[in-house]
């Protein structure tokens, strides 16, 4: 494996359900972040970890919203009473702990339908 | 605040011809690192280039060049002899860096699209 994979790549579901995502990120990349991306918008932060801290959750996520990392590797992302307004791009990275750059290593995404 | 500004909603370029993007960015913090992310019409977000706050020259990674200029805080990426396959949605990126474990944050800008004509 030499990228970062998201599971499930497409969720339709309805109003008022429950959805999880899961990201696996490149082996030995102990941050891993969470954005979300609607049409034509640049990713939004949503939250970071640095192994299995929670480091960073962004003031717009609300309380419906929840994430883990349970043992600094795979990490999920919980929306509980999904809203039509959370339909979007949901976008994991990983990226290793260097003195440079910190590039980001993006996943392909799971896109979220909430109808 | 932290805030990444993309002025530029749409841009075409001849093919083999060089284009500028335009990027302005506004922190408060004094180590920050500027980032240039591709995504296609695919949807993966592809790493291009990487400018630190206190690096003296130009980031270049190939046809990618990196137009830091500190005091106008801004960070236009230059693409040469733009090829066909350059057509794509284009993001510059900020990360703040306040400590080693916190502050470790990602700002995107809204995107250019990039259009290269045959």
């Known amino acids: 494996d030499t990228g970062v994979s998201q599971n499930p790549r497409h969720k339709i579901t309805k109003r008022g359900q429950n959805v999880t995502f899961r990201c696996d990120p490149i082996?030995?990349?102990?941050?891993l972040y969470w954005y979300r991306q609607t049409l034509g918008q640049g990713p939004e932060f949503l939250t970071y970890?640095?192994?299995?801290?929670?480091?960073?959750k962004s003031r717009l996520l609300s309380d419906r919203f929840s994430a883990e990392r349970p043992k600094g590797s795979f990490s999920t992302l919980e929306i509980q009473r999904t809203e039509q307004g959370d339909s979007a791009m949901y976008l994991c990275?990983?990226?290793?702990?260097?003195?440079?750059?910190?590039?980001?290593?993006f996943g392909p995404g799971t896109r979220l339908t909430v109808l | 605040a932290q805030k990444i500004t993309q002025t530029q909603p749409g841009m075409f370029v001849q093919e083999k011809e060089a284009v500028t993007l335009d990027c302005t960015y506004d922190?408060?913090?004094?180590?920050?690192?500027l980032f240039w992310y591709k995504q296609p019409s695919s949807g993966e977000m592809i790493f291009l280039i990487y400018q630190g706050s206190y690096d003296e020259q130009n980031a270049t990674e190939g046809r990618y060049s990196l137009n830091f200029q500190k005091a106008r805080k801004s960070a236009n990426l230059v693409i040469s002899a733009s090829q066909l396959g350059d057509s794509a949605m284009y993001f510059c990126a900020m990360r703040t860096f306040v400590g080693e474990n916190t502050g470790n944050q990602f700002y995107f800008g809204t995107g250019t699209s990039l259009t290269v004509i045959p």
């Open positions: 082996s030995e990349h102990n941050r």
């Open positions: 922190t408060s913090d004094q180590s920050y690192g």
């Open positions: 990275a990983s990226s290793r702990r260097l003195a440079g750059g910190n590039e980001q290593f």
């Open positions: 970890f640095q192994n299995e801290a929670q480091l960073e």
